[in-house]
């Protein structure tokens, strides 16, 4: 006869980094002669960047709790009178991406012959990661 005990991982707390008081640096405020808009661009680029980290803090396993889980999931296991017979992980995962593409155009100029190309860059991007969702401890009899 097997006992299985799921154990779930839980991510560690992390206080918020995200600030309206972030900093620009000078180099930043050149676009702008009244700096305006350009502090509010920098200013966002810190807020997406800061919260960007935010949510990859977030994603970190609190190992310290999980180890402890585990250790009152045996005691349970073993007080029942089961023996260890695996420790199985279970894996999630998440990801993110971004693209934009801007239109690109050209014409030809009449008198030289050359052509005019106009518009904006594209991109794109995409991450993604795995992390220990929780810990099934099977024991048998």
Known sequence: MNKVILVKA?????PSSVTSNTPVSVEEEIDDPWGYKAK???KEKAKEKAEAKKIHEE???????LAIDLETALSTL?????QL???VTVTSGAY???????????????FTGTESVSGGASY???YGYSYTDSLLVIGMK
Do not use: L, N, Q
Not at 10 to 14: A, N
Not at 78 to 82: C, K, Q, R, T, V
Not at 98 to 108: H, L, P, R, V, Y
């Open 96 to 110: 993110g991406y971004a693209f934009k593409d801007e239109e690109i155009t050209s014409s030809a100029t009449p």
């Open 78 to 82: 073993y007080s029942s009178g089961f």
């Open 59 to 65: 994603k970190k396993i609190d190992s310290e709790r």
């Open 10 to 14: 839980f991510f560690k707390e992390t």
């Open 40 to 42: 509010e661009k920098a």
């Open 124 to 126: 794109g991007y995409g």
């Open 85 to 87: 017979k695996e420790v």
